[in-house]
């Protein structure tokens, strides 16, 4: 329970440090398109695993390499370049539930329908996870993610700020490149299916 908490805080933490004036008129219009914060869906999980304790990061970095050996049937490792452009597995959910009034709204989910959305989460947030060890260890920097938060909170993607800031940081320059190098750097660690 408390990693889970210090799961949300990690987004509430980074709303709060890049998008101060999330409550008004211009940010409520950019949160509208993502699940949770006004960052893209892909950044604003990162900021929340990275908060977890040990034991839920072992237990992400797990399920990660039991996804990649095909251990859960229909969950699947995306493409970088798939990976920080998708929305939030959750919010074709929640978007199919009717809003009970325009705004942001509070939706409780339970039993077996809170089973579904996070199962549906569950290789997005190993992703998350997994990937933010590999910003980490390629870049050998930890502010790696507050660079990529200051390009997010100017209105720059993930592309863009690789782009401009890739090589500084010691990563590729390019989606293509980088996914080519993500995909040696997670090979020998969470090898695929046989």
Wanted: avoid cysteine.
């Amino acid at each position: 329970m408390r990693s889970a908490m210090q799961h949300e805080l990690g987004h509430l933490w980074m709303i709060a440090d890049r998008w101060p004036r999330f409550g008004d008129e211009e940010a409520a219009g950019r949160a509208g398109r993502h699940y949770g914060g006004p960052a893209a869906d892909w950044f604003d999980e990162t900021a929340a695993v990275l908060m977890e304790d040990a034991a839920m990061t072992t237990g992400r970095r797990a399920l990660f390499g039991a996804i990649r050996r095909g251990e859960h049937p229909g969950e699947q490792v995306a493409a970088i370049a798939d990976f920080v452009t998708m929305e939030h597995p959750a919010v074709a959910h929640v978007r199919a539930r009717p809003d009970p009034k325009p705004g942001a709204s509070v939706m409780v989910v339970t039993g077996e329908e809170a089973r579904r959305v996070a199962a549906g989460a569950k290789a997005f947030y190993a992703q998350a996870r997994v990937f933010a060890d590999y910003l980490i260890e390629r870049s050998g920097r930890p502010d790696v993610f507050a660079a990529i938060a200051d390009a997010a909170a100017e209105g720059r993607d993930f592309a863009s700020w690789l782009a401009r800031n890739g090589a500084e940081y010691g990563l590729p320059t390019t989606l293509p490149a980088l996914e080519l190098d993500w995909q040696g750097w997670i090979a020998p660690a969470y090898p695929p299916a046989v």
